[in-house]
């Protein structure tokens, strides 16, 4: 049964979206060449103004997402956008490295696929890494398998440390 948004969860979905293409509030005010003003966005977001249609509109061609993530069901906004995966870099690591492994070429993909979302976010931390939903839609594609089976994949292979 389809649930009606509230204004909270329509706000607190702009945020998760912005967030989601790791943008701040200047970055959209730059990329939207000063048509969505920072101050503004940030209003929307906190629910302290009032979103149009005209303007939501034009914001969710400013993030290239159909305007149903915006007002569409909870439960899909939830699952796209408010969580992340933590990863077992270490662990990914010495698998790729140890042979006859199994699913060595999963691996092998896997990890090539995060060090170049390492580089991508100069995050050197180098002993766990998030993984964003559309990392996770990434992975499906290359693993040709649903997203729901790469995320029971990395459970079952013990590099999931977490969902948050």
Do not use: C
């Not at 702009?14 to 967030?19: F, G, V, Y």
């Not at 509030?25 to 969505?36: A, F, T």
């Not at 995050?123 to 766990?128: K, L, M, R, S």
């Not at 559309?134 to 398998?145: H, K, N, S, V």
């Amino acid at each position: 049964m389809y649930q009606q948004p509230t204004v909270n969860e329509i706000n607190s979905t702009l945020r998760a979206i912005r967030h989601s293409k790791s943008l701040s509030l200047s970055d959209v005010e730059s990329l939207s060449q000063g048509r969505i003003k920072a101050v503004v966005l940030g209003s929307y977001e906190r629910g302290a103004r009032s979103l149009s249609v005209k303007r939501a509109l034009q914001i969710a061609a400013l993030y290239q997402v159909p305007i149903s993530e915006i007002f569409g069901n909870s439960e899909n906004r939830e699952r796209s956008y408010g969580s992340k995966i933590i990863l077992d870099l270490r662990l990914i690591n010495n698998r790729v490295q140890q042979e006859g492994r199994k699913e060595m070429a999963k691996y092998i993909n896997l990890s090539r696929l995060l060090q170049k979302i390492v580089r991508t976010r100069q995050d050197w931390n180098g002993e766990v890494i998030s993984l964003r939903t559309t990392d996770i839609a990434t992975l499906a594609i290359l693993f040709d398998e649903s997203e729901d089976d790469v995320t029971k994949w990395l459970e079952r292979e013990t590099l999931l440390l977490r969902i948050r």
